[in-house]
């Protein structure tokens, strides 16, 4: 009898069983598989957003950390507890090393110490001005905006030329000039140290690598050093193409001082950003565990629907059991359905957020960064999320007895 049975409902009247099962409700088909669908979806799209927002914060620190060298001499500490450089930045570091491979944009700085003087502006149009702190000054080359990614918004910056004849002219940040009452530099407007003028020829702002800027006012390095003795840079600022770090760490004391190379610190970005890393993995940590809860929603959808499919079927799984079905061929047939409802789930699914992440990406201007392989692997899922949510609901309709099934059929 067993054996009658078992040639009878053989693998090809299970497929059927279950292509029968699966198409006899098309309503519940699709809520079912829109669960699935939904699931596999959230997956591929937060996966494939969570390695397009990688792509973009690689950029970001590529943009800025990555292009970044800062050059300083190197201190000792003498006996009275005081630190001293070894070394000095000449004045023409930039131009040096602008003949380096790699080297885009460089530029000195230093602070002026103007020994109490007050900083004032005229004409002031704000009587508040005058109770404003005055800005800091400090001295720079004109190669300097450049390597810190400035930007001037009104007027220009100083040139070479200035530099070389200790011009009275100086540039302001941005939150200098406000504080100093002034946003246009068509009427000549002055900025006074003391009692010393010097003409605003521009207004500068972004400076991300050197922020503090944005409070300063910034004179040519000639003009600071014969106004105010200043006597060498505090340091030396370079913009780089990405890559280029360790060749220009390397090169850059050498250019500077090529008989004391060991008197300057540089500090270049390595190949490799850590922190551009560990910001990745937390970024694909987070979006990966949401997709990990759409999907356990979609999941448990599955096995809420072939549970109560089980149930709906109870006098039909009696009929089969009676006619020589096995609790085999039961819970196979429930088992193929749950299998198949979640590929077809995975496959829709992985279609949509593929197309969603590309969506997304060309609206926000980035490149839609996805792995091929994931989009057809979160296909596979859904049939491995099927199999693993129709086991308990086959196994309850395999346990059904074929006389009691019969009796609450009828």
């Given at each position: 009898m067993r054996g009658r049975g078992r040639d009878r409902f053989g693998l090809r009247d299970l497929f059927a069983e279950a292509a029968h099962g699966i198409g006899a409700r098309p309503g519940r088909l699709l809520l079912t598989v829109l669960g699935t669908v939904l699931g596999i979806a959230s997956v591929v799209v937060t996966v494939g957003l969570a390695q397009t927002a990688a792509g973009q914060i690689g950029k970001q620190f590529d943009a800025v950390a990555a292009t970044q060298v800062v050059v300083e001499p190197e201190t000792t500490m003498l006996m009275s507890g005081e630190e001293r450089a070894i070394a000095r930045i000449p004045w023409d570091a930039g131009e040096r090393v602008l003949r380096l491979a790699g080297v885009e944009e460089a530029g000195v700085v230093a602070p002026v110490d103007v020994s109490g003087r007050t900083v004032t502006a005229v004409p002031v149009n704000d009587p508040s001005v005058a109770a404003q702190p005055s800005p800091d000054v400090v001295a720079a080359s004109p190669g300097l905006l450049g390597a810190v990614r400035g930007e001037v918004v009104t007027g220009r910056i100083f040139d070479a030329g200035h530099d070389a004849r200790a011009d009275r002219v100086a540039v302001l940040g941005v939150r200098a000039a406000e504080r100093l009452g002034i946003n246009r530099v068509d009427s000549q407007p002055s900025v006074f140290v003391g009692e010393q003028s010097y003409t605003v020829m521009g207004i500068?702002?972004?400076?991300?690598?050197?922020?503090?800027?944005?409070?300063?006012?910034?004179l040519p390095a000639g003009t600071a050093r014969a106004d105010f003795g200043v006597v060498a840079p505090e340091e030396l600022q370079i913009r780089i193409a990405t890559g280029a770090g360790s060749v220009v760490a390397r090169q850059v004391p050498v250019a500077l001082d090529p008989n004391a190379p060991e008197g300057f610190s540089v500090m270049a970005p390595s190949s490799g950003s850590a922190l551009?890393?560990?910001?990745q993995a937390d970024v694909n940590a987070i979006f990966l565990a949401l997709g990990a809860i759409a999907l356990v929603v979609g999941g448990l959808g599955i096995a809420n629907v072939t549970l109560l499919s089980v149930m709906e079927r109870v006098g039909e799984i009696g009929l089969r059991r009676a006619l020589g079905a096995t609790r085999r061929d039961i819970?196979?047939?429930?088992?193929?359905?749950?299998?198949?409802i979640g590929l077809l789930g995975g496959l829709v699914g992985s279609a949509l957020g593929v197309l969603s992440v590309v969506v997304v990406s060309v609206v926000q201007e980035w490149t839609p960064i996805l792995d091929v392989r994931m989009a057809l692997g979160a296909a596979c899922l859904g049939g491995v999320v099927g199999l693993l949510a129709g086991t308990y609901p086959a196994l309850k309709a395999a346990a059904i007895e074929p006389v009691a099934a019969l009796r609450g059929g009828t």
């Open positions: 500068v702002d972004g400076m991300s690598r050197r922020t503090d800027l944005l409070d300063a006012v910034i551009q890393e560990n910001v819970a196979g047939q429930f088992v193929v359905e749950s299998v198949v």
